[in-house]
């Protein structure tokens, strides 16, 4: 299993970023697949989940209607559109599957079978 995130930087308050993740060496379809992020002295946040299936997703109440979270399975890429971004968004932000522990009970990247290496993301004037 190999996750790779890509499409981090700089950007401004309110601006926008589009961060990927090539994954490969499993099948796309029908898994759950994760944005999780961690600030700099802070904890992981979980930010968003999508069922590869149908589509399906789930969204922090920190993003909710900022961040939107979509796949391609027929390139197996995983995607997070990151909108009207603020400061406290600048963290590294993981791609991940296989979750050991609930949403609620995330809180460390040990909570996945498998990430990233992280995309950093800098929000700033």
């Known amino acids: 299993v190999q996750l790779v995130e890509s499409g981090g930087g700089l950007v401004q308050p309110g601006g926008s970023l589009r961060l990927s993740c090539a994954a490969s060496g499993f099948t796309f379809n029908n898994n759950w697949m994760h944005w999780v992020r961690q600030a700099p002295g802070k904890g992981l946040e979980w930010v968003a989940s999508?069922?590869?299936?149908?589509?399906?997703?789930n969204t922090a109440d920190s993003v909710r209607g900022r961040f939107t979270i979509s796949r391609d399975n027929s390139k197996s890429m995983l995607y997070l559109q990151m909108d009207s971004l603020k400061s406290e968004d600048s963290a590294v932000y993981y791609c991940?599957?296989?979750?050991?522990?609930?949403?609620?009970?995330?809180?460390?990247?040990?909570?996945?079978?498998?990430r990233g290496q992280g995309t950093q993301v800098t929000v700033s004037s």
């Open positions: 999508i069922w590869t299936g149908d589509a399906t997703t």
């Open positions: 991940a599957k296989d979750l050991h522990a609930t949403l609620a009970t995330i809180t460390s990247l040990a909570d996945f079978g498998y």
